[in-house]
């Protein structure tokens, strides 16, 4: 069983919208948990992290945690062309230590200007 | 803004040869990550160290793969021979020792392997 799931789209929204990506894990000790960014054949880049139950925003962008249902997802408000890219789902374990992410298969947003 | 930095960017090669990946981590981190990544799939880790020591390489292909980071810092990711199924992108990231937002791992551009 895939321990991070998404849906691997593409999510296709217009220029303007909220893109909703989802994601869910399997893990419930899992502490930390991160979304990525990745255009096609660049490395993932760190958009937003949280550890706590509930939104954190940050510009654009707000990440909501739910660990009751296991459920982490991302808002992107005001989506532009240049969001659109591959958004990785990840998962941390261990709340003491350094340990290695867990990634979903990503999510493939198209937004149409 | 401090980077992973990692090379070459791009490396194709031929099966049955040896190929080599660098990556200089974030100054101060202690922690550092490879990842290898196949097309349309997640990151998934080949090996991790904390400073000069193998923290976890349960999932490294000991037959053809080595890593080391023999100082603590920069780290190489051998693999000989390469086979046609080693062709991905190729992550290393790093983060600083400790727990929650320490945790917090930055990627270098990465190395794209093709093998021929």
């Known amino acids: 069983q895939k321990e991070v799931e998404q849906n691997s789209g593409p999510l296709s929204v217009p220029e303007g919208a909220i893109a909703s990506l989802n994601c869910t894990y399997s893990d419930r000790v899992s502490q930390s948990f991160f979304w990525y960014r990745q255009y096609s054949g660049k490395s993932p880049e760190l958009i937003m992290s949280i550890y706590s139950n509930g939104d954190k925003e940050d510009g654009r962008f707000t990440a909501q945690l739910n660990k009751a249902s296991q459920y982490v997802s991302l808002l992107i408000r005001d989506s532009q062309p240049s969001d659109s890219a591959t958004y990785l789902c990840?998962?941390?374990?261990?709340?003491?230590?350094?340990?290695?992410?867990?990634f979903g298969t990503g999510t493939r947003l198209a937004v149409r200007p | 803004e401090a980077e992973v930095a990692q090379s070459p960017r791009y490396k194709i090669t031929e099966k049955s040869q040896a190929v080599a990946f660098w990556c200089d981590p974030i100054s101060g981190h202690a922690t550092l990550y490879w990842y290898r990544q196949i097309l349309g799939q997640g990151p998934e880790l080949l090996v991790q160290f904390q400073d000069e020591s193998v923290v976890d390489d349960s999932q490294l292909p000991k037959d053809r793969f080595s890593a080391e980071r023999l100082k603590g810092v920069d780290s190489t990711l051998k693999i000989q021979p390469a086979e046609l199924g080693d062709s991905a992108m190729y992550l290393c990231a790093s983060s600083l020792q400790g727990q929650g937002a320490q945790n917090t791992q930055y990627f270098g551009p990465g190395t794209r392997l093709t093998v021929l």
């Open positions: 990840a998962v941390n374990a261990a709340p003491t230590r350094a340990t290695p992410l867990t």
